[in-house]
Structures are given as structure tokens and as C-alpha cells.
């Protein structure tokens, strides 16, 4: 009894059900509990959209603005397209949720294309460098990961035949979550890096420290939802 009258952060009264942060299997024992709608509203990526965003429409308009606003909205889409499959417990919500995982991938793969295509026509037609500034390189990194992770994560599970069967392709889920988190952190490192370009110090006047609170925020969110079980060997099994 009196286990349980300190198990006040448990989703029901009963002793042997888990903490809702799952500290035990991340390690984070010295970590507080924190509740499914706390823990959606400390991952949100629209905190990073919004102050994209915001600083972007308190300025005039150009071609060039179409370059943080589709990139600021493939990062909302890829990152809700992680925290739809975190976590999922049945076979239902596990499909359900891949196919979700799928759409928002979609959309903001062409979100990133699009930006891509802004940001190389604007180089090309005022004869600027390419590929050379910190947030230029990341960004190249980032858009190489995530093409990596879109065709992989699309071939094991829908073509799974490439792999030589549906057991071998299952077999590197665990690699292409890894690759997920990786990117993700790639992904903000490239939205801080952009707060050092040219156009945000002269026009958009994004602070580094706003960017960097959220980027914190979003990658403590998403740890919280971390399964260590769903990593295999590399969780020490």
C-alpha cells in the first residue's frame, strides 16, 4: 500500500502499471512524470513554425520568403510524421499509424523539395554561392538524410520484397528509427544555423536563443516518448 499511495503519476491506481514517462526504460529516473497532453504540448513543433513564420509575415513578401516558410513547414510535417508512431500498442494502431507516418512524410518531403527549388533559383539568378555557409551545408546533410530515411522507410514496408522478405526488412526498423531521431537533430541544427544567414540578421531578425529553446524542447518531448524495447541489440537486448 504504500507503493502505491506514491504512485501518484501512474495512469491507474494499480502498482504495476508504468509511469506515463517511462522512466525505467529510458534511465531518466531522476526525471519527473509528466502527463500525455503535458507531453505533447512540450514536444509541438509549431513553437519553430510560429516564430518562422511570424517573422516572416511582419515583413514585406519576396520570392526568397517561400524558402523559410516551406522548409519551417516540412519540419511540422516531418516531425508530426515521428510522433504519430509514439508510441503505437496494437496491430491496428501500428498500420494506422504507418500509413499517417507516410502522408505527413509525403507532404513534407515536397514542402522540403519546394524550398530547395526557392532557395537554388534565387542562388542561380543572383550568381550566389552555393552550399557554402554552415546553414547551407546542414541543409544539404538534412535534405540527404531525409531522402535516405523516406526510401528506406518506404521500401521496408511497402515493398519489403527488396529486402528478401518481410523479416529482413522488419529487421531494420530499428536502424531507420535511429536515422529518424538523427535527422531530426540535423534538422534543427540547420533552423538554428539559418539564424546566422544574411537574411535573418538583415531582415527577418530571428534570435538564436528563441530557436534554440525550442529545438531543446522539441528533442526533450520526443526523448520522452522513447521505447528503448523497439531498438533491439542497440537498446543492450
Known amino acids: 500500500m504504500r507503493a502505491c499511495r506514491r504512485a501518484s503519476h501512474y495512469t491507474t491506481t494499480s502498482c504495476?502499471?508504468?509511469?506515463?514517462?517511462h522512466r525505467q526504460e529510458l534511465g531518466l529516473y531522476a526525471l519527473p512524470a509528466v502527463s500525455n497532453t503535458e507531453r505533447e504540448q512540450l514536444?509541438?513543433?509549431?513553437?519553430?513554425?510560429?516564430i518562422v513564420w511570424g517573422a516572416v509575415f511582419?515583413?514585406?513578401l519576396i520570392l526568397f520568403s517561400a524558402h523559410p516558410l516551406l522548409n519551417s513547414a516540412a519540419f511540422l510535417f516531418l516531425i508530426q510524421g515521428i510522433l504519430v508512431l509514439q508510441p503505437t500498442h496494437t496491430a491496428?494502431?501500428?498500420?494506422?499509424g504507418t500509413y499517417t507516418h507516410a502522408a505527413l512524410n509525403d507532404v513534407g518531403i515536397l514542402a522540403a523539395i519546394a524550398g530547395l527549388v526557392v532557395i537554388e533559383y534565387n542562388k542561380f539568378d543572383h550568381n550566389g554561392t552555393h552550399f557554402e555557409s554552415p546553414h547551407a551545408i546542414l541543409g544539404l546533410v538534412t535534405y540527404i538524410l531525409v531522402t535516405l530515411q523516406a526510401l528506406v522507410g518506404f521500401t521496408q514496408y511497402f515493398t519489403p520484397g527488396l529486402y528478401g522478405s518481410v523479416d529482413k526488412a522488419k529487421s531494420l526498423y530499428k536502424y531507420h528509427r535511429v536515422g529518424g531521431y538523427?535527422?531530426?537533430?540535423f534538422m534543427l541544427a540547420t533552423i538554428c544555423a539559418a539564424t546566422y544567414?544574411?537574411?535573418?540578421?538583415?531582415?527577418?531578425q530571428i534570435q538564436?536563443?528563441?530557436?534554440?529553446?525550442?529545438s531543446i524542447l522539441v528533442v526533450l518531448g520526443i526523448a520522452s516518448r522513447i521505447r528503448l524495447a523497439k531498438f533491439g541489440w542497440l537498446?543492450?537486448?
Open 16 to 21: 504495476s502499471v508504468r509511469p506515463l514517462w
Open 58 to 60: 511582419s515583413n514585406d
Open 235 to 237: 537498446a543492450g537486448k
Open 92 to 96: 491496428q494502431q501500428k498500420k494506422q
Open 208 to 214: 538564436l536563443w528563441a530557436v534554440v529553446v525550442a
Open 43 to 50: 514536444t509541438d513543433p509549431k513553437q519553430i513554425a510560429a
Open 182 to 185: 538523427i535527422t531530426t537533430v
Open 197 to 204: 544567414t544574411t537574411f535573418n540578421v538583415n531582415v527577418l
